[in-house]
């Protein structure tokens, strides 16, 4: 039987998505819409009239291309209720509605189910008023994290601080930003190693997919501010049967119970951000979709059918399902559109900084070994000759995967070198720890004695 299905995402991950469902089901067709006219890969079509800013785009799409299930991966096509839409319109969707994905469109909504339900994470205020956020920095007697309360852009909503100065200078910056629409929480600063947990939810139980480590910060050695990521290493370094238990009686047990309790409708991919700190795993953040760039390191492990998997979620059995996957390490690296000329201080500086300058053409894409690493588009278009070019700030994400951590990064580095564009810009130390690994318990975070991998300054 010959299946369809579409997917609502345009980045990375969505493509990490689309290419889970065609490897793992032979039989499946998957639309992508947005998606990417610049990748032309069997079974994967592209839908360049979908919009992820309105949803009657893709209902115009499905009145004449009926698929079983519509999969939507995309936080800000979630954020505006488009699975709300599609469902009132008689579709079978996956992903949460509206009013679940307030998880993550609110960090305040996200701080406060986890207080409400048990999940342990960092002391914290909300605060609509500038002056009151300054006076707070300076009172409480650790280092702060201030967060705008809803999404931005380029994942760089999250300023973490050392002094009450930076935290003040970081307050301004918001409200300077935001006017009257002035709105963060300010939280206490977590020392550890951060480890994003990801599992498939069907509204009543849940599957537990690979974690993942993500390196979120601009530059090497952990410098610069956070962004939507620079690259990602699956399965968690730090990985073990005990810790996969803690992760499910601390993290996802409640979660579920605390959906539940709230009568949220959410099924689909959900994405803990946390911390594993000498006191134990504490939330950092709830996500309602799947990790960038982590999907594009987790998500090749998998074996299992994903589109069985997704008849699960609608059936709300997947509590009953086992999920298969390899035994590789896989190190993913980003290559964003930098400056074209990083001399000059005219010149647009590049993603993340500000302005970028799109349309550079790619070449070497050809020439990337299959059998060592991946390619995902994320922002890539086609020029009028129909080639390859940048069209946003993180363009393409390669994926090494080996039996160890260092020949996953050894393949994907290797493979990165044969492609090229015009200010192409990455971090040559993603899968660098900056601890040794002794194995996760709280007692070895703690002797550990220093700031890991997502904390450092």
Not at 110 to 139: I, M, Q, S, W
Not at 188 to 203: H, K, P, Q
Not at 385 to 412: F, I, K, M, W
Request: with cysteine; aromatic share 8%.
């Amino acid at each position: 039987m010959n299946r369809r299905v579409l997917v609502v995402d345009g980045t990375g991950r969505g493509h990490a998505i689309c290419d889970l469902f065609v490897r793992t089901d032979p039989t499946v067709t998957v639309y992508y819409g947005p998606g990417c006219a610049a990748s032309d890969e069997p079974r994967i079509v592209s839908v360049p009239q979908i919009r992820l800013d309105d949803p009657a785009t893709a209902l115009d799409f499905l009145a004449v291309n009926p698929v079983e299930f519509v999969f939507v991966s995309n936080i800000d096509a979630l954020s505006i209720g488009y699975a709300d839409d599609l469902r009132a319109h008689g579709h079978q969707v996956i992903g949460p509605s509206r009013a679940a994905a307030k998880l993550e469109t609110s960090k305040e909504q996200g701080k406060v189910f986890c207080v409400e339900h048990g999940l342990p994470t960092a002391r914290y205020a909300a605060f609509n008023d500038p002056e009151a956020a300054r006076k707070y920095v300076h009172e409480v007697p650790y280092s702060c994290v201030v967060k705008t309360d809803g999404l931005t852009p380029d994942g760089d909503g999250a300023i973490v601080c050392t002094t009450p100065a930076e935290a003040e200078r970081a307050v301004s910056r918001f409200a300077d930003a935001q006017g009257d629409d002035f709105h963060v929480v300010v939280e206490e600063r977590l020392y550890g190693r951060e480890i994003s947990v990801f599992a498939l939810l069907d509204g009543e139980d849940y599957l537990m997919f690979p974690t993942a480590l993500d390196f979120k910060r601009t530059l090497e050695g952990d410098a610069g501010g956070n962004c939507d990521g620079m690259g990602s290493l699956a399965p968690h370094p730090d990985i073990s049967p005990a810790l996969v238990e803690e992760v499910r009686r601390v993290l996802l047990d409640p979660l579920m119970a605390g959906l539940r309790a709230e009568q949220l409708d959410y099924n689909g991919f959900v994405y803990v951000g946390a911390m594993l700190t000498a006191d134990g795993l504490r939330v950092i953040e709830i996500n309602a979709r799947f990790g960038d760039s982590e999907a594009e390191a987790v998500l090749p492990a998998v074996r299992s059918d994903f589109t069985r998997l997704c008849d699960a979620v609608l059936a709300r059995n997947i509590g009953q399902q086992q999920l298969l996957t390899d035994d590789l390490v896989r190190c993913t690296v980003a290559l964003t559109q930098g400056s074209l000329d990083p001399l000059d201080p005219d010149a647009a500086p590049g993603w993340p900084f500000g302005r970028f300058e799109t349309g550079q053409p790619i070449s070497g894409l050809a020439e990337v070994d299959p059998a060592l690493a991946r390619v995902f588009y994320a922002n890539v278009a086609q020029d009028a000759q129909g080639r390859p070019v940048s069209n946003g700030g993180r363009v393409l994400h390669v994926v090494g995967a080996g039996a160890t951590l260092d020949e996953a990064r050894a393949r994907s580095y290797s493979q990165i070198a044969k492609v090229s564009f015009p200010g192409m810009r990455y971090r040559a130390d993603i899968g660098v720890l900056r601890q040794p690994l002794t194995g996760w318990t709280p007692q070895a975070l703690a002797e550990a004695g220093t700031p890991a991998v997502a904390t450092l300054p």
